[in-house]
Antibody, heavy 121, light 106 residues
């Protein structure tokens, strides 16, 4: 069974930094593209970042480019999202998501429960 | 980025009836997925590639369409199907999502 467990979400002040982690199990982690998406209350799901199987290719949405960095450790089945210069509109539940294929342009076949990031003074 | 628009926002259906949900893309896409989300739960993949059912998804769920117009059909609604459904295009970066259609009990 695929398991994705996020951690690291907290209340942080505007301008602050945070690192989210996702521990993956139940599948061959290194074989799939991995992603972060976020969902703010009452809003549609928003794509945040993606990383290739090897970690050599990454993409970030324009709204987070230059502030967020996605990375992975295939030896420890872990995905991270380093977030800096946080803004109130970054407030959301952040989900770690497994791609359904090795390509980055892919559907999402497993979602973690998410970790809440609140940016507020 | 491609904007995904779903209609209707809310669909009231009686158990056993057919439900038809629409998803429109602001430009032509080839790759579309549908998800189901229940309160307090993570989204569940139903359909990918516009019409391929994901593993374990009952045959009453079907996807169709191409270009800019896509449809999710639930042939005979069961009690467990009342939920929010949203579409996603993963053709173009970034992948974008619809705002969702809530299927409620009539």
């Amino acid at each position: 069974e695929v398991r994705l467990v996020e951690s690291g979400g907290v209340l942080v002040q505007p301008g602050g930094s945070l690192r989210l982690s996702c521990s993956a199990s139940g599948f061959s982690f290194s074989s799939y593209g991995m992603h972060w998406v976020r969902q703010a209350p009452g809003k549609r799901v928003e794509y945040v970042s993606a990383i290739s199987t090897s970690g050599t290719t990454t993409y970030h949405a324009d709204s987070v480019k230059g502030r967020f960095t996605i990375s992975r450790d295939n030896s420890n089945n872990t995905l991270w999202l380093q977030m800096s210069n946080l803004r109130p509109d970054d407030t959301a539940v952040y989900h770690c998501v497994k791609g359904g294929c090795s390509r980055l342009a892919c559907w999402f076949d497993s979602w973690g429960q998410g970790t809440l990031v609140t940016v507020s003074s | 980025e491609i904007v995904m628009t779903q209609s209707p926002a809310t669909l009231s259906v009686s158990p056993g009836e057919r439900a038809t949900l629409s998803c429109r893309a602001s430009q032509s896409v080839n790759n579309l997925a549908w998800y189901q989300q229940k309160p307090g739960q993570t989204p569940r993949l139903l359909i990918y590639g516009a019409s391929t059912r994901a593993t374990g998804i009952p045959a009453r769920f079907s996807g169709s369409g191409s270009g800019t117009e896509f449809t999710l059909t639930i042939s005979s609604l069961q009690s467990e199907d009342f939920a929010v459904y949203f579409c996603q295009q993963y053709d173009n970066w970034p992948a974008t999502f619809g705002q969702g259609t809530e299927v409620e009990i009539k």
